[in-house]
């Protein structure tokens, strides 16, 4: 992505009880981890929402329903020394499977390669080091969890 590019992004909120689904991750400049949830790039002639089908079914081999956008996101951010900009589109949907929401953690695949392991957490676990990212989903989801827009 050139350095001057904003990307859309589009990420899925899975939740399950009180608990989302997210992965981890390290800024190694920074010496903080962060913890997103699945997601990627929309690709040239993508819908957002067809984005986040399609990378459920690239990370985890799932596939999902009852997919609803929540909310969409501006994220101005530095990631390894590098700044980045985002348009992040952030939808709710439910796996078809509902035995994923026994277990207690999902394989996940990147396009590259890279595995990592996504895991059900709670809000709160979230704070100013245990990031959640983007920065303003934390603020979001509550204010969807509590009925406001």
């Known amino acids: 992505m050139n350095k001057n590019e904003i ?18 991750h390290f ?8 913890h997103r949830p699945i997601g990627g ?14 990378e459920t ?3 985890l081999g799932q596939e999902i329903e009852d997919v609803a956008l929540i909310g969409i996101l501006e994220n101005i ?12 589109f952030v939808y709710n949907a439910t796996f078809k499977d509902r035995s994923i929401y026994s277990k207690r953690e999902l394989k996940v695949v990147e396009d590259n390669g890279e595995e990592f392991t996504a895991c059900w957490r709670e809000l ?26």
């Open 77 to 88: 951010f530095t990631y390894e020394g590098n700044p980045k900009h985002e348009i992040v």
């Open 7 to 24: 990307r859309p992004i589009a990420i899925c909120v899975f939740e399950n009880e009180n608990r989302i689904l997210t992965y981890s």
């Open 57 to 59: 079914r690239e990370e």
């Open 27 to 34: 800024d190694e400049v920074k010496k903080l981890p962060f």
């Open 41 to 54: 790039g929309v690709d040239y002639q993508e819908t957002s929402e067809s984005c986040i089908i399609r």
């Open 124 to 149: 709160g676990y979230f704070d100013d080091y245990q990031r959640l990212v983007p920065e303003d989903l934390k603020r979001l989801l509550l204010n969807k969890n509590r009925g406001r827009c």
